[in-house]
C-alpha cells in the first residue's frame, strides 16, 4: 500500500513549499532528498556539482533509495530524479508519485526578459529542462497537479486527488 507521497517537478515548481504544507495539513512527516544529500555529505549541492554530474547523481541514487523506504512521508525530491530509473522504481515501492506541474512561466514569475537581461540564462536553462524531462515526469506521474493558481489552491487539489487512506487530516 502506498503511505509516503513523492513529489516530483521541475526547479522551483513548489516541491518543497506545498511538502511542507502538505506534511502540516496531513500529519506526514517531511523529507526533502536534496537536503538530506547535503546533510549525508556535509557538502553543498554546488559543491558536489563541482566534482562531476555523475558524481552528484551517484550520491542522489544512494540517498533516494533510503529516503524511499521511509514511512508514512511527504518526500520532496530533486529535479533530476527522473533522470534514472532505478530512483523512480525506489520511491514508487511506498510512494504515490505526484507531478507538480508549473510552467516555466509560473516558475521565473512572469518577469519581462527584455527588462532583466540577467535572469535569461534561467529562464532558457528551464525551458531546456522542461524539453528534455516533461516526458519523465508524466510518464513517472501517478497524479499529475497543477500549480499554476495559488499554493492554498495546489494543495486543495492534491488532497482531492489522493486515495482516502493518505487523506487522514
Ligand atoms: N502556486 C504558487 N504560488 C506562488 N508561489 C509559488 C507557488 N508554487 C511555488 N511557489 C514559490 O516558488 C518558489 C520555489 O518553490 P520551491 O522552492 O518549493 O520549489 P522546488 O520545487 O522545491 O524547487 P527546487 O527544485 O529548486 O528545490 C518558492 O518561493 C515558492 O513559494
Ligand atoms: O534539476 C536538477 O537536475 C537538480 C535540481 C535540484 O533539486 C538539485 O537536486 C540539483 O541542483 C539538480
Ligand atoms: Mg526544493
Known amino acids: 500500500m502506498k503511505e509516503n507521497i513523492v513529489l516530483i ?5 513548489g516541491k518543497t513549499t506545498l511538502g511542507r504544507l502538505l506534511s502540516q495539513r496531513l500529519g506526514l512527516q517531511f523529507v526533502d532528498i536534496d537536503v538530506e544529500i547535503e546533510r ?6 554546488s559543491e558536489l556539482f563541482e566534482k ?7 550520491i542522489e541514487t544512494e540517498v533516494t533509495t ?4 521511509a514511512r508514512q512521508t511527504i518526500i520532496s525530491t530533486g529535479g533530476g530524479v527522473v533522470l534514472r530509473h532505478n530512483n523512480m522504481i525506489s520511491l514508487q515501492e511506498k510512494g504515490l508519485i505526484i507531478f507538480l506541474n508549473r510552467s516555466v512561466k509560473s516558475i521565473t514569475g512572469d518577469i519581462d526578459i527584455q527588462m532583466r537581461p540577467l535572469l535569461k540564462d534561467g529562464v532558457e536553462r528551464l525551458n531546456k529542462l522542461h524539453d528534455q524531462r516533461n ?3 508524466h510518464q513517472y506521474a501517478d497524479i499529475v497537479i497543477d500549480n499554476d493558481t495559488s499554493l492554498e489552491e495546489t494543495v486543495e487539489q492534491i488532497i482531492e486527488h489522493l486515495p482516502k487512506t493518505l487523506r487522514k487530516h
Do not use: C, M, N, W
Open 9 to 13: 517537478g521541475l526547479p522551483g515548481s
Open 40 to 45: 549525508h555529505t556535509h557538502k553543498t549541492i
Open 52 to 58: 562531476g554530474e555523475t558524481y552528484f547523481r551517484d
Open 66 to 69: 533510503k529516503v524511499a523506504q
Open 135 to 137: 516526458h519523465l515526469y
